[in-house]
């Protein structure tokens, strides 16, 4: 299969930004004189939103807990955005290689898409994307194939000619239901669990730009 278009996660995948997750989830926690959770702790709960990732962490269904402790993480993240974060090793020459070679490549994270353009601008690779999509980008986020679908679209790609790279089964289950391949990485902060029904698995960047090279377009 020769691949026009790759898609890819953002946390867990692109970037290693959990030190700045935890700390903007703990600056939140202790306006509400909540205990601190550890690096551990955050990582179990990304990956679906930054809503339902301050709902888990506050441990409340209030609505009004969860839109002011959404706004504090929100300000937090986007002051800190990359205070620790860095891009994992191989990162850059994967995508710059991509990119040479002409591959359309957008980003697809459950993140918010404000916060998504303003760690990939801090890290210098916004440009290698033609689209950033967020998890408020569309009515839905990952899971859904919806993202993706509307991604292919806004690119001009058929699901044949494209695959999703992520961390996580939200990656996984979004890709398998546009119907795209997918390829899971084992290096994020997804569970090995939730990269079993990926057409591919990787366990480092250059393994996965070998794969893409053995599969890119003509």
């Known amino acids: 299969m020769k691949f026009r278009a790759v898609f890819f996660d953002l946390d867990g995948t692109l970037v290693d930004s959990l030190v700045d997750l935890t700390a903007a989830v703990n600056d939140m926690l202790s306006r509400f004189d909540r205990p601190q959770l550890s690096a551990e702790g955050v990582r179990k709960l990304v990956g679906k939103g930054a809503r339902n990732l301050v709902q888990q962490a506050l441990d409340t269904q209030s609505a009004d807990v969860i839109e002011q402790g959404l706004g504090l993480f929100i300000g937090y993240n986007s002051a800190h955005i990359a205070d620790a974060s860095r891009l994992y090793p191989g990162v850059r020459e994967l995508l710059e290689g991509l990119a040479a070679k002409g591959v359309r490549m957008a980003v697809i994270s459950n993140k918010n898409e404000a916060l998504s353009r303003r760690i990939l601008e801090a890290l ?95």
Request: proline residues 3%; contains cysteine; glycine residues 12%.
């Open 124 to 218: 210098d690779i916004e440009g290698l994307f033609e689209l950033i999509a967020g998890g408020d980008t569309f009515e839905e986020m990952k899971p859904s194939p919806l993202p993706l679908i509307r991604v292919m679209d806004a690119l001009g790609v058929s699901a044949a000619e494209t695959v999703m790279i992520g961390d996580s089964i939200n990656d996984i289950q979004a890709g398998i239901r546009a119907g795209v391949q997918t390829i899971g990485c084992s290096w994020g902060f997804g569970d090995s669990g939730e990269l079993e029904g990926a057409t591919m698995r990787v366990s480092s960047c250059h393994e996965l730009a070998s794969l893409l090279t053995l599969n890119e377009v003509a």
